[in-house]
């Protein structure tokens, strides 16, 4: 089964850390672009981050910029979005999203992604 699964939310106050994870099974992240996207109750969904099929490129929102970071382990087909000194604003359903090939991060909001994670909830709150 081919599939994306999102995990590592929770409930944090605020200034406190999370670490999400988007793990694929029947497929491989190692030529994949990878985005997280998140969606807070009454807003459109909006790109956080994206990390390239190559590893060195990445992009980040600019409310997430110097407090957020994602990284890659090919070797555990995983992409992490470290996610530090949240705010009440991260309050979202986080979900990770793949597109097979070689791509940059640049206009990774647009792509046509070929799987998407379930969400994982993450509110910040005291």
């Known amino acids: 089964q081919l599939q994306l699964v999102a995990s590592g939310g929770g409930l944090v106050q605020p200034g406190g850390s999370l670490r999400l994870s988007c793990a694929a099974s029947?497929?491989?992240?190692?030529?994949?672009?990878i985005g997280w996207f998140r969606q807070a109750p009454g807003k459109e969904r909006e790109g956080v981050s994206c990390?390239?099929?190559?590893?060195?490129?990445?992009n980040y929102a600019d409310s997430v910029k110097g407090r957020f970071t994602i990284s890659r382990d090919n070797a555990k087909n995983t992409v992490y979005l470290q996610m530090n000194s949240l705010k009440p604003e991260d309050t979202a359903i986080y979900y990770c999203?793949?597109?097979?090939?070689?791509?940059?991060?640049?206009?990774?909001?647009?792509?046509?992604?070929?799987?998407w994670g379930q969400g994982t909830q993450v509110t910040v709150s005291s």
């Open positions: 990390i390239s099929s190559t590893g060195d490129s990445t």
């Open positions: 029947g497929f491989t992240l190692d030529y994949t672009v």
């Open positions: 999203a793949a597109k097979e090939g070689y791509f940059t991060c640049s206009g990774y909001v647009r792509y046509s992604y070929d799987y």
